[in-house]
Antibody, heavy 118, light 110 residues
Framework: EVQLVEVGGGLVQPGGSLRLSCAAS????????MNWVRQAPGKGLEWVSY????????YYADSVRGRFTISRDNAKNSLNLQMNSLRAEDTAIYYC???????????WGKGTTVTVSS | QSALTQPRSVSGSPGQSVTISCTGT?????????VSWYQQHPGKAPKLMIY???KRPSGVPERFSGSKSANTASLTISGLQAEDESVYYC??????????FGTGTEVTVL
């Protein structure tokens, strides 16, 4: 069974940093592209970042470019999101999602909550 | 990238059909056929219901169908059931490995 488990969320002050991880199992992690998607409290979904299967290609939403860095460790079946210079508006549930079907986020983790507040 | 526009809510009685619209631009929905729909129950992760505009992943009931015309995609739920009450989001590829989601529509089964 394909499983994604996000960890690393928590409470952080504005301007601080946090590193999220997503542990993947049940599939050949190194063969699939991955994404991070977030959802602010009571709001809709927002795509955050994409990484290719090899990790050589990455893309970001305008709202996080320059502050967030996506990476992956295919040997450890792990996806990461390094979040720096955090702002209140980054407060959200962060989901990792795999593109089992190319171009589509078809399996999602349960999410991890990030709260940016003083 | 601006969010795709969806109605805030739609409703229908059991057995009826409801259609949710999703309006984008010529840079996303209008340009690409990579349109998908997600169902999200409260406190749960989104679930893929439609991809490639109109295809259903394995396990998704046939009463869910999708279509697209110009810059607008649509999701139709035929034969509405109580378990279909949820929030639905459209999503479109927007080029350069970026994606844009819709604003979300709450479906209420009366």
């Amino acid at each position: 069974e394909v499983q994604l488990v996000e960890v690393g969320g928590g409470l952080v002050q504005p301007g601080g940093s946090l590193r999220l991880s997503c542990a993947a199992s049940g599939f050949t992690f190194s063969s699939y592209e991955m994404n991070w998607v977030r959802q602010a409290p009571g709001k809709g979904l927002e795509w955050v970042s994409y990484i290719s299967s090899s990790g050589t290609t990455t893309y970001y939403a305008d709202s996080v470019r320059g502050r967030f860095t996506i990476s992956r460790d295919n040997a450890k079946n792990s996806l990461n999101l390094q979040m720096n210079s955090l702002r209140a508006e980054d407060t959200a549930i962060y989901y990792c999602a795999v593109e089992m079907t190319t171009m589509y986020m078809d399996v999602w983790g349960k999410g991890t909550t990030v709260t940016v507040s003083s | 990238q601006s969010a795709l526009t969806q109605p805030r809510s739609v409703s229908g009685s059991p057995g009826q059909s409801v259609t949710i619209s999703c309006t984008g631009t010529s840079a996303d929905i209008g340009f690409y056929n990579y349109v998908s729909w997600y169902q999200q129950h409260p406190g749960k992760a989104p679930k893929l219901m439609i991809y490639d505009v109109s295809k259903r992943p394995s396990g998704v009931p046939e009463r869910f169908s999708g279509s697209k015309s110009a810059n607008t995609a649509s999701l139709t739920i035929s034969g509405l059931q109580a378990e279909d009450e949820s929030v639905y989001y459209c999503c479109s590829y927007a080029g350069s490995y970026t994606y844009v989601f819709g604003t979300g529509t709450e479906v209420t089964v009366l």
